[in-house]
């Protein structure tokens, strides 16, 4: 125990809500990020990035509103080298109990000539005046050098002891455009800390992109050099190839704790439900393969690593999947288990809910019991899948369908709850899918456009659970949302994700 307190403490910086969100067919609605936030908040990461509020007024209202929200972790909002882009930051967090201005300038030669136009004094000049600006504003202040990586390490010591002398508390070393390998990055957070007076007096960070599969790699390879911040997301998502992921960073850390002598205050059996949050809010489902919270990632399929396993786990088995919180599909609670044991279980496995959302659910319960035998705990997840606390506001909700088809065309009549009233409409299509949806479509009065539809079985047996996916984009300004239906009739599924896709882009300002 002792040991683990000399451990280097790395502060985790989580940009899912940034950086994940901006990137394509990642936008959440303002309450699926309230619902991020709190995970991350009760996950542990030291600074939640919440947004970049002078994108848009929607942007800076998720803003104030995660600030107004998150009690222990750093609230950051991300600005570019802009006075009013600071005082629009600074507007949306300054409620927070923790707030953090973040600005950042591009530093590269090749970003300097060709986006910005300016020379390196220019910059240099920039680089301190906005983060005095910043700091007469915040005590906690994080100046970012964008593609850092492919700025020569002179002139990057020259923007670093700037932003230092000017007052920035987190210096941020990113690689933006995915381009650096590890030892590349020892060696720029190690010139760093020996050409940059003070420097200790600051947070070192580094911001890793994916595109050559190096991020959590080139991250820890920082961490090694000295750096005390890395910036990641979760299950990686963000610009192109994505960003460091979370998980992948903070397991590295704890299962290779022999050689870094490092640690996290993340709390990984909450993992792997966040991780589930995420890629059931963005609509992106996990390869199976994917490092730490993919489906297979504790499977051991062949004969030689299961006799292994059985003997001591230790002989293939690098993490627990206790570790990260996967849920053991062990069977559980029967048709006749009551409310008490039905809410208990849920706590168990890490939920958090309201005794309105356990009395609005334990119907659902019993009649999934009612309809399977058996109720394992993939079956709750998937029923209460991208359930926290808020709910986006239904709109629209499904009433009934019938739909009948031959070959290849179908009609359906659908009918939709909204206002209190009931209204039906029959249309045709491609199958039985493709009339549902354009019948939902002519209800809701909506041109929307499919862009992703995805079923998936998420519990075992022929009586298993579907699970639909529904991606659908707005014609006027192209900002997507992702609803999802359970159910164990996939048609039923596929209409309440469409439905669910609707009434959150109805809602996008
Ligand atoms: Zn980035």
């Known amino acids: ?130 983060t005095a ?18 700025t020569p390490h002179e002139f990057l010591a020259r923007a670093a002891r700037a932003a230092l002398e000017a007052g920035a508390t987190t210096l941020n070393f990113p690689d933006t455009v995915g381009y650096a390998v590890p030892a590349e990055m020892k060696e720029m957070i190690s010139y760093i800390r020996a ?68 640690r996290t205050d993340i709390v990984t059996e909450r993992i792997y439900r966040v991780s589930q949050l995420v890629s059931g809010i963005v609509g992106i489902k996990l390869p199976p393969n994917k490092a730490v919270v993919g489906k297979n990632a ?4 062949s004969g030689i690593h299961q006799h292994g396993v059985l003997a001591n786990k230790a002989t293939y088995e690098i993490m627990s999947p206790k570790d990260i919180g996967v849920p053991e599909n062990a069977l559980f609670l029967g048709k006749h288990s009551g409310k008490h044991a039905f809410s208990e279980l849920l706590e168990e496995m890490g939920y958090t809910l309201t005794s309105e959302q356990v009395d609005a659910y334990f119907p659902r319960y019993k009649e999934l019991a009612d309809r399977k035998k058996e109720v394992t705990r993939g079956d709750i997840d998937a029923l209460l899948s991208g359930v926290y606390r808020r709910r986006v506001k239904r709109i629209y909700t499904l009433k009934d369908y019938e739909v009948t088809a031959y070959k290849n065309s179908a009609s359906a009549l659908i009918s939709l709850d909204a206002d209190g009233r009931t209204h039906s409409e029959r249309m045709t299509g ?62 039923e599924a596929s209409l309440i994700a469409y439905i669910n896709a609707t009434n959150k882009l109805l809602q996008e300002e």
């Open 430 to 491: 491609d199958g039985p899918v493709d009339a549902g949806f354009k019948a939902i479509n002519s209800l809701t009065g909506q041109n929307f456009k499919l862009v992703d539809y995805q079923l998936h079985s998420v519990s075992e047996g022929k009586d298993a659970l579907g699970e639909a996916t529904v991606k659908l984009a707005s014609p006027e300004d192209g900002k997507t949302m992702t609803g999802k239906g359970i159910s164990t009739d996939v048609l």
């Open 133 to 150: 600006y910043a700091r007469s504003l915040a005590s906690d202040v994080e100046f970012s050098f964008e593609d850092a990586t492919r």
């Open 1 to 130: 125990m002792k040991d683990i307190m000399t451990d280097r403490k790395i502060k985790i910086f989580d940009t899912t809500l940034r950086d994940g969100e901006q990137s394509p067919g990642c936008s959440m609605h303002i309450n699926e990020k309230l619902d991020v936030a709190e995970a991350l908040e009760h996950l542990g990461v030291d600074v939640i990035e919440a947004g970049f509020p002078a994108a848009s007024e929607g942007e800076f209202k998720a803003v104030k509103e995660i600030s107004s929200l998150i009690k222990r972790a750093t609230v950051a909002a991300l600005c570019r080298c802009r006075k009013k882009d600071i005082d629009r930051g600074w507007a949306a967090v300054r409620d927070a109990a923790h707030p953090r201005i973040h600005i950042f300038l591009a530093t590269s030669p090749i970003h300097l000539e060709y986006k910005l136009r300016i020379d390196e004094d220019t910059a240099i000049e920039m680089i301190r005046t906005h």
């Open 298 to 301: 504790f499977v051991h399929e």
């Open 195 to 262: 050409n940059v007076p003070g420097i200790e007096k600051a947070d070192v960070a580094v911001h890793c992109h994916n595109d050559l599969g190096m991020a959590t790699a080139n991250s820890l390879a920082a961490a090694e050099a000295g750096a005390t911040q890395i910036e990641c997301t979760v299950n990686g998502i963000g610009e192109r190839a994505g960003n460091a992921a979370l998980e992948e960073v903070v397991m590295g850390i704890r299962t290779r704790r022999d050689r870094f002598r490092m």
